[in-house]
């Protein structure tokens, strides 16, 4: 059974960076695709980023330029960079992985089968 376990959310004041990470388990990491997302209070559940199995990126419009996915295969491990952070940015952040193999990953949420329990990021004015 595919598990996720995020980690690395918090307070943090405008402008200032967190990096969140997410230790996958239950089946060979490398070969699947990664995705965050992120739900405000009140709204949808939306992406964020996603990186394939040959670590290629795709961004939301409100994060590229400051927000950075990678991977780390031999830790099983996918992280979000996050510079620049902004009130806005403030979600509970989660991280996904589609049951099958996809060569692009989807940026809708019912692409994804497996979710982990979300982290909470809070960006302060």
């Known amino acids: 059974q595919v598990q996720l376990v995020e980690s690395g959310g918090g307070l943090v004041q405008a402008g200032g960076s967190l990096r969140l990470s997410c230790v996958a388990s239950?089946?060979?990491?490398?070969?699947?695709?990664m995705g965050w997302f992120r739900q405000a209070p009140g709204k949808e559940r939306e992406f964020v980023t996603a990186?394939?199995?040959?670590?290629?990126?795709y961004y939301a419009d409100s994060v590229k330029g400051r927000f950075t996915i990678s991977r780390d295969n031999a830790k099983n491990t996918v992280y979000l960079q996050m510079n620049s952070l902004k009130p806005e940015d403030t979600a509970v952040y989660y991280c996904?992985?589609?049951?099958?193999?996809?060569?692009?990953?989807?940026?809708?949420?019912?692409?994804?089968?497996?979710w982990g329990q979300g982290t909470q990021v809070t960006v302060s004015s």
């Open positions: 996904a992985t589609p049951r099958g193999y996809t060569v692009v990953p989807g940026q809708n949420q019912h692409e994804y089968d497996y």
């Open positions: 239950g089946r060979t990491f490398s070969t699947y695709a």
């Open positions: 990186i394939n199995w040959s670590s290629r990126t």
